[in-house]
């Protein structure tokens, strides 16, 4: 819940011929008197304003409030002040924008904009004090991104390396079943902690380098590049035959490591999602552009489905011979062959995980039974 501790602007220093409409009162910053109506962005008509000047926060005369404090819902940011029924008398108000219910008591107070804010994107908000504890143990080695939500992160206790992720979208029954179910040549699931912001995570760390830093240094050659893909497949086939298959949504360069020993990792489940046959669109359209097949990102009459995997899989092939996408060029010969069929715009035209698999297998000349496959 959020409290801001905001100041009613007064119309002392600023009436107009003693006019108190709200309009000449919402104009002046109290603090520094700035002119707020020369600011950019400002109205009289919004709840409160931060003047650009001195960042002072100022509630409009026209918000009732005898606290001084404006309240706006955690669930979905609506201001509850001027919802009808709305008393700062009650500890608890449900929103009558979203229903969420709302603590309204001092604990949920923040003395600034930037606070709130702050508290806001805090990947902590919500955990239990034991979560935080825990996941206060790591230390962290180096920030992969520069938003600091995907970090290399060491445990003192036994001194290994491990990824910790922070997700907003995710299916966080996915990585239940796989922390709890590990699939091999994929990070093992360590722990899952969920707060208000979001998912934490904390999975295997695996050494190695992207497919994305090889093709950094120029195209791979066939064998190698089928070398990768019958392995990124074979992934794929053990999360297409579950019970109820998950569908990756997000094969990519980026999320395929290749360990010292030439082990194919698949990593980066975050839009991943469980397949449903009835379904006949995605609920939220996710995915890479180029990568993401047609249905993926809106176009068809299915929703994401295994055939959804075989489409990017057959890009990246593409990708890593190229270093072009299949419409900017091709490549030639039998391979071409196998990725114009994973990649039609008709789903049901595409290869089955299995059917991939055998023609990889006929082009390189490889039996089914290489390091890659579980026994």
């Known amino acids: ?104 008591t001092e604990s949920e107070l923040y003395m600034s904009e930037d606070e709130y804010l702050g508290e806001q994107q805090n990947p902590y908000r919500g955990l239990s004090e034991e979560d935080v504890l825990a996941l206060s143990l790591y230390s962290v080695e180096r920030d992969i991104d520069e938003n600091g939500r995907i970090a290399i992160v060491r445990d003192p206790e036994n001194g290994k390396l491990y990824v910790r992720k922070f997700l907003t979208f995710y299916d966080k029954t996915i990585y239940e079943y796989l922390r709890d179910h590990p699939v091999r040549h994929m990070p093992r699931i360590i722990d899952l902690y969920e707060g208000s912001n979001g998912l934490i995570i904390i999975e295997e760390y695996i050494e190695g380098v992207t ?63 469980w397949y449903d046959e009835d379904k006949t669109d995605d609920t939220a359209y996710m995915g890479t552009q180029h990568y993401a097949a047609p249905e993926q990102i809106g176009y068809g009459f299915k929703a994401s489905s295994a055939k959804t995997d075989i489409y990017a899989v057959g890009v990246l092939l593409n990708v890593m011979l190229t270093g072009r996408f299949p419409k900017e060029r091709r490549a030639t010969g039998k391979v071409w ?20 698999i055998d023609e990889l297998d006929k082009l390189n000349g490889e039996s089914d039974g290489d390091q890659y496959t579980d026994k």
């Open 1 to 104: 819940m959020l409290g801001d501790w905001l100041k009613f602007l007064k119309n002392d220093q600023h009436s107009n011929s003693g006019l108190d409409n709200f309009e000449s009162e919402f104009e002046y910053c109290t603090n520094c008197d700035a002119n707020l109506t020369l600011q950019k962005g400002y109205s009289n008509e919004l709840p409160y304003w931060i003047c650009k000047g001195c960042g002072e926060m100022l509630i409009n005369p026209e918000i009732a409030t005898d606290t001084g404090i404006i309240w706006r819902c955690d669930g979905c940011g609506a201001l509850l002040n001027i919802q009808v029924g709305f008393t700062e008398e009650n500890e608890e108000w449900e929103c009558a924008e979203c229903g969420y219910k709302n603590k309204i």
């Open 211 to 273: 497919v994305a830093e090889m093709l950094g240094k120029g195209c791979l050659q066939e064998n190698a590049a089928v070398d990768i893909v019958r392995s990124i497949c074979r992934i794929l086939e053990k999360l297409h035959n579950l019970s109820t298959p998950i569908i990756h949504r997000d094969i990519k360069p980026s999320n395929i490591i290749v360990k010292p020993d030439g082990e194919v990792i698949l990593l980066d489940m975050n839009v991943a999602k």
């Open 337 to 356: 062959d196998i990725i114009e069929r994973c990649i039609r715009l008709n789903a049901e035209e595409r290869y089955t995980t299995a059917e991939l």
